[in-house]
């Protein structure tokens, strides 16, 4: 039988939502979060698929997008 | 908890070779000192050998003077949340120095509170790109024929306090000044993307204790700024309260208003220039010199050298109709 996993946890939609704070890079308990640099040198992480086990503990970290939200910045038809 | 509104003070080490350096009035140093002289560890950004910027730990005090003067370049933080928390752990006091973003993030991995734990934040104007620094380094190097060995993002001990003058300096024994890169930064084009929509523009923020270099000083304490650097601090909870308190000996200080103390990042983030994808454009597709020029107010030396003639010669036209 397959085994049916959930969605790749997405940390960002658009790239204003994330500062790279590396808190999700961090709490990660399988280190399958890694830090890449953009084309502009900012780091951004990347969930790897393979490794990842669907925890969710990174999307619950994050507290930039969260305080994004409260300002008001989060929904500016930015972001889903 | 963090209170409703900051205490706010303006304060300056008593040690003028402190507060020399480091970018402000040295709040910094007599915060980490006290750390530091309890056993605690310090955590900051310090400059690579290779010129970037990352996030380090420092139990010893001269590890922690790298840590001081601003780096205006997004820090790396790989690895060092779970350092934090491994000294916390073990019952070590800590202090974490950051942008508000680094100290909210380091805030949400910890998921709980930690007496022994103290964040510092610095008032951010936004984070520029390290990529855009490591070109400007190399255009430099090829300009002045030489490897650069040192760096001074705001050079303070030669220009003051207030100026925003680069210095590099270079194996061959040269100095130069510059303020280009100073430009791109202030031009905006090269912050990372979410410095636009930063949510920690206010006077709330997310540290103990917030500091920043503090521009309005003369209408907040008439009187106290001699152009060697005076720290905005902000006290934004018992504890940050109880971090100044320990440490008012070594420091002069005095206490102010908050409507006195304001600066754009303490009210609202700068906008996203329009043209932000032309420049990104550019820096990819042209050469250095052209974005220099375009973007940072650079004036190649030959025309500076042509305008001169020229004014010579206008000059000697002029002392000639007069004589
Ligand atoms: C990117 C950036 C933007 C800034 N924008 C403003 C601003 O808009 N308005 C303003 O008043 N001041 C700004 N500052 C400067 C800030 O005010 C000073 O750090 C503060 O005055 C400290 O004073 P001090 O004399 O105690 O500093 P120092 O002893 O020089 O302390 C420097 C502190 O800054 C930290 N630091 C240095 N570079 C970085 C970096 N790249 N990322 C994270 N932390 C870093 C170090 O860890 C250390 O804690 C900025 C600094 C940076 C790095
Ligand atoms: S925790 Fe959020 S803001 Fe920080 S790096 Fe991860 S996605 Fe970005
Ligand atoms: S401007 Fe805000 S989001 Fe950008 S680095 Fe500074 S604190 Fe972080």
Redesign the interface.
């Known amino acids: 039988m397959k085994k049916t996993i959930g969605d790749l946890p997405v940390l960002f939609n658009e790239k204003e939502n994330c500062c790279g704070c590396s808190a999700c890079y961090a709490i990660c308990p399988v280190e399958a979060i890694s830090m890449e640099p953009d084309e502009e040198g900012f780091l951004y992480p990347a969930v790897d698929a393979g490794k990842c086990i669907r925890c969710y503990k990174c999307l619950a970290v994050c507290r930039f997008k969260e305080e994004q939200r409260i300002k008001g910045y989060y929904s500016r038809g930015i972001c889903g | 908890m963090n209170w409703e509104a900051p205490k706010v003070y303006a304060v300056k080490h008593k040690d003028i070779s402190t507060r020399m350096a480091s970018r402000s009035g040295g709040i910094f140093t007599a915060l980490s000192d006290n750390i530091l002289e309890q056993g605690g560890i310090v955590y900051g950004c310090v400059l690579t050998d290779d010129f970037l910027a990352a996030h380090v730990r420092a139990e010893k005090a001269e590890d922690r003077n790298q840590m001081r003067g601003s780096k205006y370049i ?1 820090s ?3 690895g ?3 350092m934090v928390r491994t000294d916390l752990d073990a019952g070590k006091k800590v202090l974490f120095s950051g942008t508000s ?2 100290v ?6 910890l ?1 709980k509170e930690y007496d022994h734990l103290c964040c510092v934040d610095i008032v951010c104007h936004g984070v520029p ?4 620094w ?1 070109a400007y380094i190399k255009w430099q190097e090829r300009r002045n024929h030489s490897k650069c060995v040192n760096v001074d993002f705001r050079n303070k001990r030669d220009h003051g306090w207030a100026a925003h003058i680069e210095t590099m300096m270079f194996a061959s024994g040269a100095k130069v000044d510059s303020e280009v890169f100073k430009n791109l930064f202030y031009g905006h084009h ?1 912050l ?9 523009k206010s006077t709330m923020h ?1 540290g103990d204790i917030t500091i920043a270099d503090y521009w309005k000083i003369r209408k907040a304490a008439p009187g106290f700024n001699d152009n060697r650097g005076v720290s905005l601090v902000l006290l934004n909870n018992d504890d940050g309260n109880a971090a100044f308190e320990a440490v008012k000996e070594a420091v002069e200080y005095r206490a102010c208003r908050i409507e006195d103390s304001l600066q754009t990042p303490l009210v609202r983030p700068f906008e996203r220039p329009e043209c932000r994808e032309v420049f ?1 454009k550019d820096f ?1 597709k042209r050469s250095f010199r052209f974005v220099a020029k375009k973007y940072g107010g650079y004036v190649p030396e030959n025309r500076i050298a042509v305008n001169v003639k020229k004014l010579k010669k206008k000059l000697k036209r002029l002392l000639k109709t007069l004589t």
Do not use: E, M, T
């Open positions: 997004q790396d933080l790989r060092v949340f779970k973003c680094q909210a993030g380091l805030q949400g991995f998921g790109s390290s990529n855009v490591k090269i990372r993307p979410c410095c636009y929509q930063c949510p920690y997310p990104w990819h």
